[in-house]
């Protein structure tokens, strides 16, 4: 007799990354101090089963993926390439493209011969080509290290979020009923990182098959979504978003409404809309999904859920599960440190050309330089935002040991 049952899926664990540009560093703390003290705490290497990321956090979730066999080192190799970056290797101005973009503002045609962004892509392209063995993600797949790993983009002709999905069977999960969001399966290489990292106006857009994809954070920087749909049932989610606890002060506020013409000014808290400013909606959602599933299985017993699952099937839908979120977002204001950073002796000295006055001309009389935290590609300021990452993982121990724990138990 068959059983009316659906199956039990193993619990697995999802890392999500959000985009940032320059701030995926502080990603890297957190990630490094999971693998290292959380690893110990537990005695055994913690699991990271299903990797999605978005922008700079694509980065971090393929360099993580390609070392899925040296799962606690990977974390201080991660945090080697950030802190040996230099500032004038990845934020190079591109002549030709900033003549280009002059030209179109004038109203001298279109900026032909080009694919927009006013930096020279092929610092981050070396980066990437030279830390990343992309063919090694495919054997920590068959080997059982990996389950999944996906790449959010954005296609520039469309404006649809466009979802690179890696897995070692099965094709790309249907992403739900939103029409704007699509998954495609892939063989994840350079280019759709490169794509999920090229910030419109900065870095230029990136060909894949044809098409022209750019920076993934657009429409979806904290890519939930995938994760949950390609298996994850406990999710581990780092965003370098900082939100102040207090309204500013009277000072602080007057102090912004001053500097709210600048141009500089504007373009940061715009990027902050653009990338940072829509997770917590989606965590909200999670809980409330989690909440009505435990009332359902309080008020009618264990057998809710599976019957729920099953009319859901029948109708053609995906089952449910309770979700466990643990969500780490940066306990510091990565726009202030940047300001800091850019006015301090140590950056002068690393950036003495063009650039780096540019930069400090920017920085000079901000508290913030939300700008200025996306592009400082620069291993101190890495250095000091993976500090942070690392002392909000500390901060959090009990709950991610436990988060942990729980998924080593249900194997």
Not at 119 to 146: Q, T, W
Not at 181 to 192: F, G, N, S
Not at 366 to 386: C, H, M, W
Request: proline fraction near 7%.
């Amino acid at each position: 007799m068959q059983s009316s049952m659906l199956p039990t899926p193993p619990s697995r664990v999802g890392l999500v990354l959000a985009g940032g540009s320059a701030r995926g560093a502080y990603e890297v703390g957190i990630v490094r101090y999971i693998l290292e003290r959380i690893s110990r705490e537990l005695g055994q290497d913690v699991p990271l089963d299903v990797i999605s990321g978005t922008s700079a956090g694509s980065i971090n979730a393929v360099m993580l993926a390609a070392r899925a066999d040296r799962p606690v080192e990977r974390g201080v190799l991660l945090e080697r390439q950030w802190t040996g970056l230099e500032l004038e290797d990845i934020v190079r101005p591109s002549p030709g493209q900033i003549f280009r973009f002059a030209a179109r503002l004038a109203g001298r045609g279109m900026m032909k011969g080009g694919r927009g962004g006013l930096f020279d892509p092929s610092g981050i392209e070396r980066v990437v080509r030279n830390a990343v063995p992309f063919g090694a993600i495919g054997d920590h797949m068959r080997a059982g290290r990996l389950h999944a790993l996906s790449i959010s983009t954005t296609h520039v002709p469309s404006g649809r979020t466009v979802v690179f999905a890696q897995r070692c069977e099965g094709s790309a999960p249907m992403l739900g009923g939103d029409p704007t969001v699509i998954a495609r399966d892939a063989v994840i290489r350079e280019e759709h990182v490169l794509a999920s990292a090229a910030v419109p106006v900065l870095f230029p857009a990136v060909e894949i098959d044809g098409h022209y994809y750019c920076d993934g954070g657009l429409r979806q920087n904290v890519p939930l979504s995938p994760a949950r749909r390609l298996g994850a049932d406990r999710l581990i989610v780092i965003n370098p978003k900082y939100v102040r606890e207090m309204e500013p002060t009277a000072a602080a506020a007057a102090a912004h409404e001053r500097d709210y013409p600048d141009p500089f000014f504007l373009l940061g808290k715009t990027m902050n809309a653009l990338l940072l400013d829509r997770i917590e909606n989606d965590i909200d959602r999670l809980q409330r999904l989690n909440g009505v599933l435990e009332a359902g299985s309080r008020r009618f017993g264990p057998a809710f859920l599976p019957a729920l699952n099953k009319e859901l099937v029948r109708a053609g839908k995906s089952p449910l599960r309770p979700l466990d979120v643990v969500y780490v977002r940066s306990s510091q204001d990565i726009g202030v440190l940047a300001a800091e950073y850019a006015r301090s002796p140590e950056f002068s000295r690393r950036a003495p050309g063009l650039l780096g006055r540019a930069l400090r001309r920017v920085a000079e009389g901000e508290t913030e330089a939300d700008l200025l935290s996306y592009v400082l590609f620069d291993g101190p300021f890495a250095g000091r935002l993976i500090e942070i990452g690392w002392s909000d993982a500390r901060a959090r121990h009990a709950e991610l040991t436990a988060f942990f724990a729980k998924r080593l138990e249900l194997g």
